[in-house]
Structure formats: structure tokens, C-alpha cells
């Protein structure tokens, strides 16, 4: 039955502002003309939250393409760590996400930084000189707030998102509190695109459950590879560190999972799968080996110094003791008798 004309005119009324707080595109908000089967179809809601914004692009760009683009900059996005072991890479996903959007500020702001005492005490704090040497943030533009409790937490990191004053908010918790609820998140995503700047929650050794963030990211520690240099990969070093990230939740995206490579230098992310000449074929290695050519020319007698060279230690082999040397009375151990 074809609802009246008031009624038709109040619901696509309550539509439309539905549609600006959350976010969502506008094509279809004006109502159908004329009558019909047409006059009673529901709004069909666009999938993503405000673009006017923009979107975070991270760099690597299969993860990037997964995610429609990126990351919404104006909106509440999730950082989910499995244990509390996870929360150093975690907070250092977070960092890095920062930086990038610090990158494309002419005049950087402040970075809001919300946590519990019982958050800060398992997990610390972001090392200072770390901040400006891994991700270009100098120490005095991260801002700190520590809460007793997690309503307290939530009322700073809710007040923080609506200030034009600061670049983004990091809200860390532990756990699935009672307090971060549906209608917590909303008001925190609510915040985020009003003022047109993220809200990263970062949630360690959390259980994943509804919430208003429209991106959910899994996040875990992935092996490091060796250094990369001209002569390829050099074995027992560390290279840039690796991220394990799972799309777990996205209303433009489906899921999946990546490995990301942080670099320092240039302060975005890697597909490791598409690193290029970060990492070497396995076969490109082994031919490598094959094929060696002699960095150190040919002394005068005609010998190969590489040949006659051994292994170099950094402290003596031990020499065996000799028979009958036994350890003097004090050091003999402690549970037996003299």
C-alpha cells in the first residue's frame, strides 16, 4: 500500500539526516516523483563513510587497492592486536599511520595519545628518540593522556576528536571493556568526521565485536628480512620490519591478508610480495652464489687471501683446564658441603 505524501516526505527527511551523519553519498535521497511502486522502495545505502575527506593511502598498493583506495581519514578505524605481546607492533602501525598523514600536512598538529594506566603499564610508552628517527614525529608532538578508568579514557579521546588542534587521536585499550560499546564507537566515529581527522582505536588482546569503525585491521608481528645490499641479501642481519595485516572488517572491502615493510627512509609502507629489488628470488640467490667474482684482487704470489680466511671470533675459544685443576673453596657451589 502507497504511503500518503506527508509520510513519504517525513521518511526521506529522517534518510537524508541519517545520511549526513553517517557519512553516506546523496544521490537517491530525493524522494521518487510521481506515485507508484517506485514512491515506497527504501534508500539504497552506499557502501563507505564520508569521502569529502579523503582516504589515507598507505603506499603499498595491493593493500591499498583492497581497501577501495584506503584508509577513510575522517572515521574511527580499529587496530586490533591478538596478545598483549602484539601491542609494540601495533602502536608502531599506528605511528606509522600517523606519519603519513603528518607527511601531507603543510602545518602538522599535535597527535593525541588516550590510554589507561593498565594499558600503559603492560604495554609503556612510544620511545621518544624512536618517534622522530622511525617515523619523522618529533617527541614534543605526541601528547599524552593517561585515565584511570576506561569511561575517563573515553570522554578525553571523544573531547580530543572534536578539536581542530590536533592531527589525529590514538585511543588504546585492553581487553573488551564493558564501557567501549556500539554507542560508544558511534560517538567517537561521529566525532571523527565531524571534525575531518581519524580515530585510530588501537585494542590489545581484544576479541573482535560490533562496533561503528568502518574499518576493522588485524594487526601481528611478521619476520623481518635480511638487510638488502648491492650484493644482495646479507645473512644474520635485520632488516626492515615486517607487519602482518588482516583486513578483518571493511564496508568497501573484502577480506584479506598482507604483509606490509615499514621503511624508515622514505616513510611508507611495502607490499612484501611486490617489494622488488628488496627481496631477492630465491634462484637470483643461488645463481648469485655460482657465479662469484673476487672483490679482493690477487696478491703478488698469486694466491686468493679469501681462500686462507677463517672464521673470526670476538672472544678466545676456552682452553681445556688441565687434569686436576678443581675451582677453589668460595666457588664451589652453594648446596654442597666443603
Known sequence: MAMNAVARDTVFALRRQIAKIEGTLSERLDAPAGSGPDADRMLVRRSGVAESHGLLVTGADHFDAALNGGLPKAALTELHGAETRDAGTVAGFALALACLLLKKTETPAPILWVG?????????????????????????????????????????AEEGAGLTALSAVVLELRGNPERLDLTATRRLHRRAQMAGRPVFLL???????????????????????????????????????????????????????????WNPDERTFLDRRHAGAIHQRPWDIQKRAKDHVAVVPLSSSGTDPAAASRPVLAFPSPRPSPAGDQPSRPQRPAHRRA
Open 203 to 261: 585494542r590489545q588482546a581484544a576479541l573482535a565485536e560490533p562496533t561503528a569503525a568502518p574499518v576493522r585491521l588485524v594487526v601481528a608481528p611478521a619476520p623481518a628480512t635480511p638487510r638488502n645490499t648491492m650484493a644482495g641479501p646479507l645473512d644474520g642481519t635485520i632488516g626492515r620490519p615486517g607487519i602482518a595485516v588482516t583486513i578483518g572488517k571493511s564496508r568497501a572491502a573484502q577480506p584479506g591478508q598482507f604483509t606490509l615493510e
Open 116 to 156: 589507561t594506566t593498565e594499558i600503559f603499564r603492560e604495554a609503556g610508552f612510544p620511545y621518544a628518540r624512536g618517534l622522530e628517527a622511525g617515523f619523522g614525529i618529533a617527541p614534543e608532538s605526541l601528547l599524552y593522556a593517561e585515565a584511570p578508568k576506561t569511561t575517563d579514557a573515553l570522554w578525553i
